[in-house]
Structure formats: structure tokens, C-alpha cells
């Protein structure tokens, strides 16, 4: 039986990982400049911090904490304000709300990203509690990161369903017990 819903945010509530996959070229193109064709690849090849240095450099940015800081108001701003749910959410809520099983948010991001996120769509109502990283101390490739989220729900992994669109966390969740519902609705 199922006692509690896990959602995760990005990519299964919230349209956002469209912005991280091309979160450099997004940024370049509001500082006012036209992004090279592939910078977006480039910074895939990178490390975020390696990203920023080189934006700073091909783009006379300032200095790398000045863009590193730049960068996170920028993303921080698209949280607050623009990034929408994906079509349907607010209704299979809804639907799940009517079951009486309490439902949380679990994400890899942010609560300075997450809160104002949810608070703005209108679905942090339906979400009993909203934990990140912050409060779980594990990150969701790893499964003490469900286990401990089922810990201070009060229930058992075997209870839960976890809906998620990352197959490293679809894995996380399933190796801890949970149940898994698998999206894939960015790709």
C-alpha cells in the first residue's frame, strides 16, 4: 500500500531542465551577446566552474566570481518568475490529493530555487513538505537519499512511490525500496 508520494521538481513537475541544458548560451544571450553555435556543448564538456571561466574569458564578462554570481541571480530569476509546470500537473495533483496520501518534493536543487518555484506555479499546496539537498544531506544518485526522506516521513521505502524523470534517481529510489513511477518528459 502506498503511503506517501515522492515528486521530484525538475524535469517532472517543473519544464525547467530545457533552461539547464542550455542554461550558458540562455545567459550569454541576456547579457546581450550572441552565443558561438556550440557553446552549450562546450559546456558540457566542462565543469560548471571551467563553463564560467571560459564564458568570461570568450565574452569579456568581468571576473569569474562576478559572472558566477551573475549567472545564479539569472537562474534564480527564471525560477521566480518564468519556468512553467509541465501540461497536467495541477490536475494529476488533484487526482492524487483526493486519495488522502500525502505527497512531498525531493529535489537536487535548491530551496532558494525550489520555493519561490512552487509558491509561483500554485502547486506548493498540494506539498506537504519540500526537501533538498540541503535538508537530505545526500544527493539523489545515492539511495540514503530516499531512505532518508521516508525516515522523516515516518514511513517505510516499501510504502512510497517516487515519481521521477532521472534514470540516476529512478535507480537510487528503486535500490532503497521505494517504488518508482518513471517519467521521461523533457527528452
Known amino acids: 500500500m502506498i503511503r506517501l508520494h515522492i515528486f521530484d521538481m525538475d524535469g517532472t513537475l517543473l519544464d525547467s531542465m530545457r533552461m539547464w541544458e542550455n542554461v550558458c548560451s540562455e545567459y550569454i544571450r541576456f547579457k546581450g551577446f550572441e552565443p558561438e553555435e556550440n557553446?552549450?556543448?562546450?559546456?558540457?564538456?566542462?565543469?560548471?566552474?571551467?563553463?564560467?571561466?571560459?564564458?568570461?574569458d570568450r565574452y569579456q564578462l568581468g571576473s569569474v566570481d562576478e559572472a558566477m554570481q551573475d549567472l545564479e541571480r539569472y537562474i534564480k530569476n527564471r525560477y521566480e518568475t518564468d519556468l512553467l509546470l509541465f501540461e497536467g500537473i495541477p490536475e494529476y495533483l488533484a487526482e492524487i490529493e483526493q486519495t488522502?496520501?500525502?505527497m512531498v518534493i525531493l529535489t537536487n536543487s535548491p530551496h532558494a530555487l525550489a520555493d519561490p518555484a512552487m509558491r509561483r506555479t500554485g502547486i506548493d499546496r498540494f506539498f506537504r513538505k519540500i526537501y533538498t539537498y540541503e535538508d537530505i544531506k545526500h544527493a539523489k544518485n545515492d539511495p540514503e537519499c530516499f531512505r532518508r526522506t521516508c525516515e522523516l516521513e515516518g514511513v517505510?521505502?516499501?510504502?512510497?512511490?517516487?515519481?521521477?524523470?532521472a534514470d540516476y534517481a529512478q535507480n537510487a529510489a528503486a535500490r532503497a525500496g521505494c517504488n518508482?513511477?518513471?517519467?521521461?518528459?523533457?527528452?
Open 156 to 165: 517505510d521505502p516499501g510504502e512510497v512511490l517516487v515519481h521521477d524523470d
Open 180 to 187: 518508482v513511477k518513471k517519467y521521461d518528459r523533457y527528452r
Open 100 to 102: 488522502g496520501i500525502p
Open 39 to 56: 557553446l552549450d556543448n562546450i559546456q558540457d564538456e566542462k565543469s560548471f566552474l571551467d563553463a564560467i571561466r571560459y564564458m568570461v
